[in-house]
């Protein structure tokens, strides 16, 4: 298949090197240098991405990265994994890794954007699932589609019993969570003693909140064990931090 087919059927694209999980161009997450004809798709010669904010609907997907732990706190929530995965018009997206999957839905009627927000294990810090769709900027964040082929070797794959010329909406108790989760804190409260100190620390000038974010796009979100000392290091910033980590992770799958 031609990935010249995505943006037939309304896929916006972006270029990612071979065996790369994330373009590691400039703007790459910018709406004007999204792929959306079938001249530059037929000029993507290695891995290629799907850019959610920027497709006709526009898209998003659950990102899987422990089944297990996604469907016990899921179920928590009240929704059953395994009947997403198996519903009739499912769409998914698989790297050929054990315990991992991903779901693609398009946004339902009346919601213009969500979010990304990820879900850790409290314990062990790992990521357990991810709603994927925009980052805290309002830019694309992206997912890789087949054909491409994992740094594993392993190629990507279309999985499901839908197909992904008609992706489905986000269900209802999916988009709830989703809303719920963006409501909640992003750090603990804190004293108040520390409310004061934590003030200050949050005002920080622009020019210091753009050395922080250069520094950062000089290291790889694709390091995991990186990736969570980062985001512990932020967390000290509140939403300052939290914003600059999850642009900084949307470098990366």
């Not at 087949?146 to 990507?156: L, Q, T, V």
């Amino acid at each position: 298949m031609s990935v010249a087919n995505y943006v037939e059927h309304g896929l916006a694209l972006v270029s990612i090197p071979p065996r790369s999980k994330g373009p590691n161009h400039s703007g790459w997450n910018e709406r004007s240098n999204a792929i959306t004809d079938k001249i530059k798709a037929n000029s993507i010669t290695g891995n290629v991405g799907l850019l959610h904010l920027y497709s006709t609907p526009k898209t998003v997907s659950i990102d899987i990265d422990d089944l297990q732990k996604a469907s016990c706190w899921l179920s928590e929530r009240g929704i059953n994994l395994e009947k997403l995965i198996n519903a009739n018009n499912t769409v998914g997206i698989s790297s050929g890794r054990d315990n991992r999957f991903k779901l693609l839905y398009t946004l339902p009627k009346g919601i213009d954007i969500l979010y990304t927000h990820q879900v850790i294990d409290p314990v062990t810090k790992d990521m357990i699932l991810e709603f994927r769709c925009a980052s805290t900027n309002g830019k694309s964040v992206q997912d890789v589609l087949p054909p491409s082929i994992h740094p594993n070797g392993n190629a990507y794959t279309w999985t499901g019993k839908g197909s992904w010329k008609n992706i489905p909406p986000l269900p209802d108790e999916l988009l709830t969570v989703w809303q719920n989760i963006a409501k909640q804190p992003t750090v603990e409260p804190k004293t108040q003693a520390n409310t004061v100190e934590n003030t200050q620390q949050h005002n920080l000038p622009n020019i210091t909140i753009q050395h922080l974010r250069s520094a950062l796009l000089h290291l790889r979100a694709d390091d995991r064990i990186l990736w969570v000392r980062v985001g512990l290091a932020l967390t000290g910033l509140s939403e300052v931090g939290r914003g600059l980590w999850l642009e900084w992770s949307a470098t990366s799958e």
